[in-house]
């Protein structure tokens, strides 16, 4: 397989030809077992429903879901007629799918009931209460005119909506050859992916990844994990994220390796499908990898199967990655680092790193991949040992922010090097230590978080007049999310009544933990607002309350 020469359809095909017997795609629960030879013909299938819709090449797709297979499906599907598959985190609300969608210039929408109930369709139904009344693929919605498709997937009806055996059926009504003209159209690095990350000035920006990006990161990934036709991969992670559609589902892809999802993280889940399934690999962030261990402190699964997989999102502790090998059996755990903007892995650990780098380390630059440490005021070149901001270079960098030109030259310089925004140090063999941020961003349990968007938001309360989003420290998720608000004058509120108005408004991991009421701030000489200051209060305070806990207990 040569990396920049090769579609997402073409790579389906290609695997379909060299493994059509293997299995692709497991979903034991839903009597989902496709080979590589069925899922071509499933994807095939979508593929052309959503030509027969009316999708052409370069038109937004977006999908809100957890790990059901119809994500899986349409992934690859839409690699192959050219849709740009937009992902949408399965904690949105209604003011951040608003946004998304209208940014992203989305004309359809594809989404299930909800996560615990039907709160997905409560919340389109509110946004776009016009679906009552319309046929399906006729919406005219004034808060969203570009959306026009909307499909459930699930079996019933809803008002306004295809489902998705209405898509696979279209797909009977498009001959092959169709599907071959628009297939052969498409370019390696053509925009086939699009997936939101928060930035510390304002909203959302849509990263904007090739074929040969995604595909690419995948492959070096693998060749650092030794992944085969003959691994198994159980995917946890959510696929809204790189973490599960590029370096799980797409990891899989290119060379041939069967995909073992879960639709919802549950630490039962995964172990009882690492045993049944004989998985030789597990993803997971930090939290999820304790969640597991602490089940199997309770109860026996036989995980001997078991030898490599990915934990990435947040700093592994060291006691977890050596639990994670002697306990779960996966000895060639590795590591990686990276953002979205990078498709998103920039360094990895390799399988016979020993475990000390694993844990005090991020690994070295994926193959193809160059990275270098820069003094951030000058960008110059620092020497291995000086921490300055990680900069990477290659086939993985993203194609820019969809429709914000000066956010993209903030992000990528003249000569090509993404700015990650991260400190580190480089030792004499490449391997890198994350030291800190230059941005404020939070990162929660591998979710990252920015102060600005929280920030923003909170000004939308009348009693606000100022505020200021900082992460503490979290035994649990590494970092909570803590506000420190100024109200207005002769305005009161309560820890609870702020929370309440985050609520089903902004996603849950969003909603701060901890709210502090503050006269004023603490600052510098020229007035800049020292966030590491509320940080340390916050935390001193914290730690207070705890010992009281403790001594009244």
Known sequence: MEVGKITIGGLVDEMASRFPGNEALIYSERGIRYSYEEFRQVCNRAAKGFIRLG???????????????????????????????????????????????????SQTLLLIEGIVGREYLDIIYKLCPELNDCAPGELKSPRLPLLKNVIFLGKDRQP???????????????????????????????????????????F????????????????SQAQCMNFSEKDRLCIPVP????????????????????????????????????????????????????????????NNYDTSSLRTGIMAGAPCPIEVMKAVVDKMGAREIC?????????????????DDPIELRVSTVGRALPNV???????????????????????RGYHVMNGYYNNNEATAAAIDSDHWLHTGDLAVMDQNGYCKITGRLKDMIIRGGENIYPREIEEFLYTNPKVKDIQVAGIPSAKYGEEVAAFIQLKEGQTSSEEELKEYCRDKISRH????????????PTTASGKIQKYKLREQATEILGRQKDAQIEYA
Request: hydrophobic share 40%; charged share 20%; net charge negative.
């Open 55 to 105: 999708v052409k090449k370069g038109d937004k797709i977006s999908i809100w879901a957890n790990n059901v297979p119809e994500w899986v499906i349409s992934q690859f599907s839409t690699g192959k007629m050219g849709g740009v598959l937009v992902t949408v985190n399965t904690s949105y609300r209604l003011f951040e799918l608003e946004y998304l969608l209208k940014q992203s210039d």
């Open 160 to 202: 306004g909506m295809f489902c998705w055996d209405d898509i696979m059926a279209m797909g009977e009504e498009v001959g092959d050859d169709e599907l071959k003209a628009v297939e052969d159209s498409l370019h390696p690095d053509e925009v086939i992916n699009m997936q939101y990350t928060s930035g510390t000035t304002g």
């Open 204 to 219: 959302p920006k849509g990263v904007m990844l090739t074929h040969t990006n995604i595909i690419g990161n995948a492959y």
């Open 239 to 298: 696929f809204f994220h790189c973490f599960g559609c590029v370096m799980g589902t797409l990891l899989c892809m290119v060379v041939g390796a069967t995909m073992v999802p879960v639709i919802s993280f549950k630490p039962v889940k995964v172990l009882e499908l690492l045993e049944k399934e004989r998985c030789t690999a597990v993803h997971g962030v930090p939290t999820m990898f304790i969640a597991e261990l602490e089940e199997m402190s309770k």
């Open 335 to 351: 590591i990686t680092y990276g953002q979205t903007e990078s498709s998103p892995g920039i360094t990895m650990t390799r399988t």
């Open 370 to 392: 160059e990275v270098k440490i820069v003094e951030p005021s000058t960008g110059e070149t620092l020497p291995p040992g000086v921490q300055g901001e990680l900069c990477t």
């Open 510 to 521: 969003k909603v701060p933990a901890y709210i502090f009421f503050v006269d004023q701030f």
